[in-house]
């Protein structure tokens, strides 16, 4: 009966350390309810992700293809700041891996290439994805809807709709 009791009270340890240990890990990654002051991120996106915006510095660059990039301030407001933080937060953006290659089998060519690199609460995440498989799951969806609420915001702003057009294209 003793060695029954050890071995029941051993597997109840196991199973309380087990449940701990699992809320620690996702705990860490979760992002908190507002949005912390030091959030910011950066963004480049397009053919070899060269377009880019910069929140920690208030810039944007655009890929001009057959000329040098160009570069102009363009600083969110803290309601779209707020905005895309919680949407990031909505899909649980910090649990996405490094390295983000959804599953697809129809490849694009040029395809876009995306680089998001997220700083809060002084830690930093960063996700890379070359879309060159097109996919349809539910992360790369999700990931594709938060990059097009960053896109609307640089396409509103007047300093982006001053920047000169790109000249040629890519194959």
Known sequence: MVRFTKKIMLFCLFIIVSLFAGWGSTAKNQM???KPKDFNFVFNY?????????T????????????????TELKLTEEEMNSIYLEMKKIDIMNYPDKFNPKGNVKSKPFTTYSLKIVI???????YWKNEILSDTKEANQLKEVFKKIY??????????KL??????YD
């Open 32 to 34: 908190p309810d507002t």
């Open 46 to 54: 397009g053919v070899n992700a060269k377009n880019q915006l910069d």
């Open 56 to 71: 920690f510095k208030g810039q944007y660059t655009r890929d001009m293809i057959t000329e040098e990039s160009v570069t």
């Open 121 to 127: 609460n002084k830690k930093e995440k960063n996700i």
């Open 152 to 161: 609307k915001v640089i396409e509103s702003k007047e300093e982006y709709k």
């Open 164 to 169: 000169p057009m790109p000249k040629g294209g």
